[in-house]
């Protein structure tokens, strides 16, 4: 069998698993983009969305945050991240601009921040054009995921809106292999970093699932897309998986076939008729 490429598994994995939104939130005001350094060319990148983090740099690697939680802490806004190490950042507004600690994973939670250094940060007017042309995508996918996390894992309904929502560039009420692509690029920029990426490397990342997006924004348009327009519509998304889930209702008339040892895709198929045929 072969495997779907990894943007596009992760970003269907976000979708089948997803839940409904809690409440874990990065205050309004902090949200968006902070730089250290200068503005021309930065040293670092953080990004905070409504319940995620995102840190870039040139040399150290990069580090992501998705917040299962956060609260109060030493006078900070604490945010602890989902995974096996349950990392931790905390953040508040300062008269410079931001202020973040990483506390180091054997501090503890009553003697935070620790001797972890305390970074500031501050707004830069325009982003450099280098930072949002490699980056922009990414930031753009990494608050979308959080808002297709919210819809999906509820009703199938809103969560097929939801993702034209936040893939439909166009306005078109559909999504284009562009679209698509779109969305996947997002997904491995947020994988590279996720991975450790710096500023200049994720580039790298962008650029192998660049190719491996189209190509599986086109195969999935063209394993949907059954009015033949080129596009997706939320009913083609929701087709047996909605309103219609486990509603056709068979027959009892006929024999069960022998399915056992059939082969997926094509195989199944022509095994399937086969079958049929030699009855």
């Known amino acids: 069998m072969s495997m779907l490429p990894r943007p596009l598994a992760f970003l269907l994995a976000a979708l089948l698993l997803g839940g409904p939104a809690v409440a874990q939130e990065v205050p309004q ?14 040293d670092a990148m953080l990004v905070l969305t409504g319940r995620s983090a995102a840190r870039l740099e040139v040399e150290t690697a ?51 921040p620790g001797d972890a250094p305390v970074v500031t940060w501050r707004r830069c007017p325009t982003p450099p054009a280098a930072i949002a042309l490699l980056h922009g995508e990414g930031i753009a996918f990494m608050a979308a995921l ?23 560039v166009s306005g078109d009420a ?22 450790g990426a710096t500023l200049d490397s994720v580039v790298s990342a962008i650029g192998a ?52 040892g059939l082969a997926e895709g094509v195989g199944l198929l022509r095994g399937l008729l086969e079958g049929l045929l030699d009855r």
């Not at 968006?32 to 060319?41: I, L, Q, S």
């Not at 009015?227 to 219609?244: F, I, K, M, N, W």
Request: hydrophobic residues 45%; glycine residues 12%; negative net charge.
């Open 146 to 168: 959080e808002q297709l996390e919210a819809a999906c894992g509820t009703a199938p309904g809103a969560c097929a809106e939801a993702i034209l929502r936040q893939g439909d």
């Open 29 to 42: 005001a902090l949200r968006g983009a902070w730089f250290a350094g200068d503005c021309a060319d930065p």
């Open 209 to 260: 699932g660049a190719l491996g997006g189209i190509v599986s924004a086109r195969l999935l348009v063209e394993s949907l897309d059954y009015d033949g327009d080129g596009r997706l519509s939320a009913a083609e998304l929701l087709q047996d998986r909605g309103t219609a889930f486990a509603r056709a209702p068979g027959t009892p008339m006929g024999r069960p076939l022998e399915l056992e």
């Open 174 to 195: 559909r999504l284009a292999p562009a679209e698509i692509a779109r969305l996947l690029r997002g997904a491995a920029w947020l994988l590279a970093v996720q991975d």
């Open 62 to 112: 990069g580090r992501l945050f998705r917040f299962d939680a956060t609260r109060p802490a030493a006078g900070f806004t604490l945010g602890v991240g989902v995974g096996a190490e349950a990392p931790r950042l905390m953040f508040r507004a300062a008269r410079d601009g931001l202020e973040t600690v990483e506390p180091e994973a054997k501090t503890r939670d009553d003697r935070l």
